[in-house]
């Protein structure tokens, strides 16, 4: 398969058992093992981690035990052939975090944010990547009056302070999505993640993962939001792939809903040359009715749909859209654009 400089990555949570809020899982769960065996024929090239897809359990561990484990994961993604491309904590499943983590009222629970991050950035160490993903997943409210939103930001900054002093090598990027779980969300969009970033002690170590899904449940298109990225140089990774409007993040495979709002992603990242930058993640969920023998085929598509995309965005017309535009003939250009999508 031509990839053309392309490296695509996933995480292990995007193969998965098909459970959702409303029903138990439809398919057997994989083991790590067996998920990483497949990577390589999917057309993968590296693994995107939670903390604890690396190290389950990593809250009863000493930080010893979790880098000699986390060593023991990097030996078995050498052995698939992978590479581990970024490593996020994951701060919304523990009983500790109902409430937020960094911007928890309990500073209980915000000093075990701030300690399992830390671990997490050991993880990355020992797994070879100097990424670090930020999904501040609880981060935000159910209840307005319940935090205030000056401190709230004052402590997400602190947190990142906290993270690139104590892990001098690690890059974070952090990934803004508007609402779920929470009902509002702090850092909503790209702006509100690089203007956190900005503010940083160390800004040159601070960039955006951008979701596609993410995005649109923001009320915004996900090419504005890369290129917004990219012009400062931020974007350094992406989770590519599909939302049908403003209702549960979807995960649906790339390009699923919206064939051309997937291939102006595909057109403002090639142009402005994401593969020198970063990998192409695609975080994408099976549908409940594939059955577990087909679990991984919505990977397969989207990445099928990236490169075909990517096709369509090289061997578009440049001197004819050119003309269009210098023309101000926009239907024009928007009959070039969807009879190019459709083939000719
Ligand atoms: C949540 C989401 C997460 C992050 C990784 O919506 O997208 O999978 O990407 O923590
Ligand atoms: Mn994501």
Known sequence: MEKYGYRFSFGPWNIHSGADPFGPPVRAERSFADKLGQYRGLGFDAV??????????LDELTPLQIRRRARKVKRQIDDAGLLAEFVAPRLWESPRTVDGAYTANDPEARRYAIERTKRAADIAHELGTDLMVLWLAREGTYMRESKDPVRATGQLLEAVNTILDYAPAIRIAIEPKPNEPMDLAYIPTMGHALALGSQSSDPKRMGVLMESAH?????????????????FGKLWSVHLNDQNGLKFDQDRS??????RRAFNQVKVLDENRF???????LDVKAIRTQPFER??????????VFLRLLELSRSLDRAAVQSL???RDYEQLDWLIISHLLGG
Not at 254 to 259: E, I, K, P, S
Request: aromatic share 8%.
């Open 48 to 57: 995107q981690f939670h903390d604890d897809d690396a190290v389950p359990g």
């Open 275 to 281: 593969y020198d930058v970063g990998m192409v993640g």
């Open 325 to 327: 535009i210098d023309a």
């Open 254 to 259: 790339f390009g699923a809903v919206d064939l």
């Open 215 to 231: 995005s649109v449940l923001a009320g915004l298109d996900p090419s504005d939001e890369i290129g917004f990225a990219m012009s």
């Open 295 to 304: 679990d991984a085929e919505h990977l397969t598509n989207s990445l099928r």
